[in-house]
């Protein structure tokens, strides 16, 4: 066996994604080669024969559905894994029937998963590349054997000497033949057969010469092929067919056979081998399994599903009836498996699996798609859109329950919700409608689930397809949006009870050059679900230290300027050192900096968020809550906190005038807040009357359109110039 590592090529333009891919698979003695792109990754594939691709899907000049078709049509027993951002059904479809063996979307949180990906695949190669140099080998033997025999035969017309000779050599190939050799009458009568059929059959020499050996192929449309094969050619080569034996068992059997023509006396008589290949098929199956069922739950994979939900929309079409699918996802299943570990995340899943397919009908199919994703699609709803409808609505309600019952998983008490998304097919409306505009649908309907509040039930409907189209143009313009410039930085005045600026936050802007300014409210949750947020708030935080060096060479200050973070940014082990790796490359004061985060963001692994604060705190940066009060607000956690400033949000500003809750909520928290020592900003002050009412409950800072709407650069630092404070109420 060889001792060389196996080499694994990485296809992808983000140089951050290959480093990583290749770090981490070194860890585990694998060889990385790496490639900038399709056509450099195909040049590579050529040169350095790869065991393994790991390939992207959207790269310039060669995309990545154009690279797994050449690597596909030049060796298709490689295996090939897709790593790729986009999160679209349709392309991980597309990218399945051009080849690729797995999909995975990036970015991949847990490397674990990629490495099970990739020995997965690997095995699977194994298997394939075993069963064909087993077949191989079959028929070498089977045509070494055949000719040694030939051989024999054709040696009985010499000389009476020669006849005993090769009688003698004949007899010790036949005896010790591990296939079985026959010599069969046209007729089925048995005229010769080895010894070694007592090792497939159980039956002696003696109990089957003679016999007609129709007997032992119990299905009479083998025995008619075989001889139609026989009669057409003169020869039959690997005829697969089925052999009863002594005790009734059907063992499977591969054929090689010549039909001998009557010759004189002689008659017409069939020679050849047969052969047990059992552990063959056995393979076979095994390899069939790995192709069209998932290694974890044994559901049906991506590609099986594909299949009978074709069959599924045929049959709808041709009997007018209607199917239905639905999509599942597993509500904060990635907070379990992040806390709890794989091992527990993936018997969850085997649970899951086990509900969902406990009460379902023959003709419906479960499917896994990867991940925490289910597909249920259901034949045959009824004849009405209606009636499919509240069928299927009232089938989704049913998996809702059940799925949301405790689960006891390796001593771990667990409850896990779905976001359900149902898709009623065929549609009336668009009569070209495919398998993957149905996957894309309930996808769909599924993310509105999500949208509203998860653990519920969504229909599609258009409009959520123009939203998700919508969505996927946002993720695809994102991509390129730093490189292209068109992102730009705007900054909120920050204000004591004078007027004064005292601060700043800073805003992310983004004007898209054909749709003008998106709103953050759009672009912010896609990076924030694609990753694309990592890259975007080191930008910001980059550009925010830059700017407060540039203000302080101008001999310009501010006490502090807030820098919003990210949950994903601010989860990553990397994050301090990118802070400190910033703060020495622009020069900037960490004091002067601040990083506000959310509610929600400090409370989930809340040891990990202390430690990482108290780091934060050590260098001199100053650290917010925002939007405080539409969380969790727990005074538990609040206390623990090396907090300086908390932010309270305009929602609760917003109505202090006409909402006397929201007036108290706003008194308690700005009591709190000077119990616990911390500052109070408060956000969306836009009237007189909210800022009297927050200054005479000693809120120390403002932030609003009463003083200002954030503006530019140049303009802050003009504002700053001037050293002036801003409007306040006319006192009286």
Known sequence: MSDSPIRILTIDDEENIRTSFRLYLEDFDYEVIEAVDGREGLELFESMQPDLVLCDLRMPEVDGLEVLSKIREQSPDTPIIVASGTGVIG?????????????????????????????????????????????????????????????????????????????????????????VYFEILTGGKIREISPSISHISNYSCDELIGKSVWKFYPRREDREQLLDELNAHGFATDYELHLRDKGGKIIPCSVNARLLPADGAQPAVICGTLRDISERKLAETHIERLAYYDALTDLPNRRLLTDRLERDLARARRHNHFGAMLFLDLDRFKNINDSLGHHVGDALLQEVAKRLTSDLRLEDTVSRLGGDEFIMLLADMGDEASTAASRTQAKAEQVQVNLSRPYKVLGHDLHITPSIGAAIFPSDDDPDEDSNDILRHADTAMYRAKDDGRDAIRFFLPSMQAAADQRLGIEKDLRFALERNEMTLFYQPQVNSEGRIIGAETLLRWCHPEKGYISPAKFIPVAEATGQILPIGLWVLEMSCRQLKQWCDLGLSVDHLAVNVSPRQFRQPSFINQVHEVLEQTGADALQLGLELT???????????IDKMQALKQIGIKLSIDDFGTGYSSLAYLKRL???????????????????????????????????????????????????????????????????????????????????????????
């Open 599 to 609: 509610e929600g963001m400090v409370i989930d692994n809340i040891s990990d968020t």
């Open 91 to 179: 392309d991980a479809i597309e990218a399945v029937r051009r080849g690729a063996w797995n999909y995975l979307l990036k970015p991949i949180q847990n490397l674990s998963t990629l490495q099970y990906a990739i020995e997965q695949a690997l095995e699977r190669a194994r298997l394939i590349k075993e069963n064909r140099a087993y077949q191989l080998r079959l028929e070498d033997e089977v045509i070494s054997r055949t000719e040694d025999l030939q051989q024999a035969m054709n040696d009985l017309n010499k000389t009476h000497q020669q006849i005993k000779q090769s009688e003698a050599r004949y007899r010790s190939i036949y005896e010790n033949l591990q296939d």
């Open 642 to 732: 090396p907090l300086d400033i908390i932010k309270i949000d305009q929602s609760f500003v917003r109505d202090i005038q006409t909402d006397e809750n929201d007036a108290a909520i706003v008194e308690t928290i700005i009591s709190m807040a000077h119990h616990l020592d911390l500052k109070v900003i408060a956000e969306g002050v836009e009237t007189e009357f909210e800022f009297d009412f927050l200054n005479q409950r000693k809120c120390a800072c403002f932030q609003g359109y009463y003083f200002s709407r954030p503006i530019s650069a140049s303009e802050f630092t003009s504002m700053l110039k001037a050293d002036r404070s801003l409007p306040l109420p006319k006192q009286e």
